[in-house]
């Protein structure tokens, strides 16, 4: 038996993914390069925006064509849109015959048993099971040999006022200290180098369960073979100097965080209920720069929220002219059902969001060129990820991607390399050495 799996959305629709992949294999599935070749398919969705629902509608159409073919072909939905709609996404693509969401991807097993028996296997529950840590018992299957996505809580308690995500995720749930390290030994058993610890919340992991953060931090770098730790997503309420100093004193933490800003006006960010001023955002990457000297930093806008004024983006873009971003990801304000901000008064047309949105990723390519520049003839320590088009590629400690001439023989080293080429989403270079673990 033969899966394939689509998957949309955050690096947590990534990581289950690999989770589903492990739970797949344990049953004796292997992967199929083509959704014609495999018997259960599966689209892991996102509804964090309009433009990834359509997305999920267009694919079950074209496997549609599929089971047309094949009837006996399983095709399920999980994931977040699978949580938010329900029965009500079966009833508009009636091809589903199975969907979860990732509060029981652990009962996918049982799904697929129901499936293959002619019924219509729908689990969507509205709060997450008390056998939810049995997700943790089956291992990841990853794409990536040497760096790995270890997802350490789910759900989150904040309520952002344009985000679905506690009503598709949850409440904020922590997962415990000891799974976290068992995993991540597993990981570096299997060769991994890089650990990339992922939350809805990253930061606010330990909350529910009186431990701090940085305490996670330093309990992972104490794991022999544990080379770099990346974490993502943190929100800025929650970044305290207590993490900042824990990413100064791990040397395998690397220099670059993504933090969300979102908007740069105080009234939209009190709006979306952020919980922060601009002001104090700033304040926390310049407490970062001080602890860690070279970090670098990527985060999330949302162009034309509600009311937003021109004066409102103007206070965007001068975040941008300030912090300097190494990478922006940048969105147009969706409304998402059952969202406050959905229901607000100044929705703004979508001429205004467009050219909002292009001024604000021309402002972007200019910082990003310099930036760029700035690189060129560095020394750089590069962890080697994988081989593409007879090159080595990996990444920077401040997660830029640079390619290398070399041997395959490398991959999963990290060596020294001196920048000769860099552009805004690239950069090229010579291997000097190989540095000792």
Same mark, same amino acid.
């Given at each position: 038996?033969?899966?394939?799996?689509?998957?949309? $959305?955050?690096?947590?629709?990534?990581?289950?993914?690999?989770?589903?992949?492990?739970?797949?294999?344990?049953?004796?599935?292997?992967?199929?390069?083509?959704?014609?070749?495999?018997?259960?398919?599966?689209?892991?969705?996102?509804?964090?925006? /309009?433009? *990834?629902?359509?997305?999920?509608?267009?694919? !079950?159409?074209?496997?549609?064509?599929?089971? /047309?073919?094949?009837?006996?072909?399983?095709? $399920?939905?999980?994931?977040?849109?699978?949580?938010?709609?329900?029965?009500?996404?079966?009833?508009?693509?009636?091809?589903?015959?199975?969907?979860? @969401?990732?509060?029981?991807?652990?009962?996918? *097993?049982?799904?697929?048993?129901?499936?293959?028996?002619?019924?219509?296997?729908?689990?969507?529950?509205?709060?997450?099971?008390?056998?939810?840590?049995?997700?943790?018992?089956?291992?990841?299957?990853?794409?990536?040999?040497?760096?790995? #996505?270890?997802?350490?809580?789910? $759900?989150?308690?904040?309520?952002?006022?344009?985000?679905?995500?506690?009503?598709?995720?949850?409440?904020?749930?922590?997962?415990?200290?000891?799974?976290?390290?068992?995993?991540?030994?597993?990981?570096?058993?299997?060769?991994?180098?890089?650990?990339?610890?992922?939350?809805?919340?990253?930061?606010?992991? +330990?909350?529910?369960?009186?431990?701090?953060?940085?305490?996670?931090?330093?309990?992972?770098?104490?794991?022999?073979?544990?080379?770099?730790?990346?974490?993502?997503?943190?929100?800025?309420?929650?970044?305290?100097?207590?993490?900042?100093?824990?990413?100064?004193?791990? *040397?395998?933490?690397?220099?670059?965080?993504?933090?969300?800003?979102?908007?740069? @006006?105080?009234?939209?960010?009190?709006?979306?209920?952020?919980?922060?001023?601009?002001?104090? #955002? !700033?304040?926390?990457?310049?407490?970062?720069? /001080?602890?860690?000297? $070279?970090?670098?930093?990527?985060?999330?806008?949302?162009? +034309?929220?509600?009311?937003?004024?021109?004066?409102?983006?103007?206070?965007?873009?001068?975040?941008?002219?300030?912090?300097?971003?190494?990478?922006?990801?940048?969105?147009? #304000?969706?409304?998402?059902?059952?969202?406050?901000?959905?229901?607000?008064?100044?929705?703004?047309?979508?001429?205004?969001?467009?050219?909002?949105?292009?001024?604000?990723?021309?402002?972007?390519?200019?910082?990003?060129?310099?930036?760029?520049?700035?690189?060129?003839?560095?020394?750089?320590?590069?962890?080697?990820?994988?081989?593409?088009? +007879?090159?080595?590629? +990996?990444?920077?400690?401040?997660?830029?991607?640079?390619?290398?001439?070399?041997?395959?023989?490398?991959?999963?080293?990290?060596?020294?390399?001196?920048?000769?080429? @860099?552009?805004?989403? @690239?950069?090229?270079?010579?291997?000097?050495?190989?540095?000792?673990?």
């Amino acid at each position: 038996m033969k899966y394939y799996i689509k998957t949309f $959305g955050c690096q947590m629709n990534f990581n289950d993914s690999e989770r589903i992949k492990g739970i797949l294999h344990h049953m004796g599935y292997k992967p199929a390069d083509t959704p014609e070749e495999a018997d259960l398919i599966l689209i892991n969705t996102c509804t964090i925006r /309009e433009k *990834p629902d359509q997305k999920v509608y267009s694919h !079950l159409g074209e496997y549609k064509k599929i089971k /047309e073919k094949r009837p006996e072909v399983i095709i $399920g939905v999980c994931g977040c849109l699978a949580q938010r709609m329900g029965w009500q996404l079966v009833e508009k693509a009636p091809v589903v015959d199975l969907m979860f @969401s990732s509060f029981n991807i652990h009962h996918l *097993p049982e799904l697929i048993q129901q499936a293959q028996a002619g019924y219509r296997a729908i689990a969507i529950l509205e709060e997450p099971p008390e056998d939810e840590d049995r997700m943790w018992e089956f291992k990841t299957v990853r794409d990536n040999a040497y760096c790995a #996505y270890v997802t350490v809580m789910k $759900g989150c308690d904040k309520h952002c006022t344009y985000c679905v995500v506690p009503k598709t995720r949850g409440r904020q749930r922590s997962r415990s200290l000891e799974s976290i390290l068992e995993e991540v030994r597993w990981l570096v058993a299997d060769g991994v180098k890089e650990i990339h610890l992922l939350g809805q919340n990253v930061t606010a992991w +330990g909350q529910d369960i009186n431990i701090h953060f940085s305490e996670l931090l330093y309990r992972v770098a104490e794991i022999p073979g544990v080379e770099r730790i990346r974490f993502t997503t943190g929100h800025p309420s929650d970044m305290d100097e207590r993490i900042a100093k824990a990413m100064g004193d791990i *040397p395998q933490i690397c220099e670059h965080l993504h933090l969300p800003v979102q908007s740069g @006006s105080n009234r939209i960010l009190k709006l979306m209920e952020r919980n922060y001023t601009k002001e104090e #955002y !700033l304040e926390k990457i310049h407490m970062l720069r /001080e602890y860690v000297p $070279g970090i670098t930093f990527s985060t999330d806008i949302i162009v +034309g929220f509600p009311t937003e004024t021109e004066e409102d983006f103007e206070e965007t873009l001068d975040v941008l002219r300030k912090v300097r971003f190494e990478q922006v990801f940048s969105f147009k #304000y969706s409304p998402r059902p059952d969202t406050p901000a959905a229901y607000m008064e100044g929705q703004i047309p979508d001429e205004v969001k467009t050219d909002r949105m292009s001024r604000l990723l021309s402002l972007q390519k200019e910082i990003l060129a310099e930036i760029a520049r700035s690189y060129e003839g560095t020394v750089q320590e590069v962890l080697l990820e994988s081989w593409q088009d +007879g090159k080595l590629v +990996g990444r920077t400690r401040t997660n830029r991607w640079v390619s290398v001439e070399g041997s395959e023989d490398m991959l999963g080293k990290t060596v020294r390399v001196r920048i000769t080429r @860099s552009q805004p989403f @690239s950069m090229e270079g010579i291997i000097l050495e190989e540095v000792e673990a």
